[in-house]
């Protein structure tokens, strides 16, 4: 089955709901589980939720990513910090794929395979940008992953 050109409905879900898989024997398991939380996403997501829908898929009674699980993992850690300052949780946007399990997985190694940073120069150029329409410069910074 292509997986290419499928309609995908977007909605939410609250990341608690997917399943993340830990034991590296299972055949969903994915190394990025076990990276360590990054708190400068973390405060992203609490100011500005996620912003990048994960990709999921059913198996049984079990939600699990296909693409996400970075998202997953900060916005729980998030959803934790906002539950104890009182304020509410974030969910996340999510679509669902169906198909094969092994392209499934294909695709979860492509969803991460080329991902690029942006070049210094368009990082200047995109602040900028956002100067010039509005932000402030510690906003700015924040949004690049530059916090002290």
């Keep these: 089955m292509d997986l290419r050109g499928r309609a995908l409905q977007a909605f939410s879900i609250d990341p ?10 299972q055949p969903d398991y994915d190394e990025r589980v ?17 912003i990048v829908p994960v990709v999921l898929r059913r198996d049984g009674n079990r939600i699990l990513p296909v693409d996400g699980r970075q998202r997953i993992l900060h916005a729980r850690e998030a959803n934790k910090q906002l539950i104890d ?4 949780p974030v969910r996340i946007p999510a679509t669902f794929r169906v198909g094969e399990e092994h392209k499934l997985f294909e695709a979860s190694i492509v969803a991460n395979a080329y991902r690029r940073p942006d070049k210094a120069y368009v990082c200047a150029l995109k602040a900028a940008r956002a100067l010039n329409n ?3 410069l510690p906003d700015v910074a924040e949004a690049f992953g530059v916090v002290e």
Excluded: A, Q
């Design 16 to 25: 608690d709901e997917v399943t993340l898989v830990t034991d590296p024997g």
């Design 34 to 50: 076990t990276y360590p939380i990054d708190p400068d996403m973390v405060g992203s997501i609490k100011k500005h939720g996620v």
């Design 85 to 88: 300052e009182g304020r509410p």
């Design 134 to 136: 509005g932000s402030t």
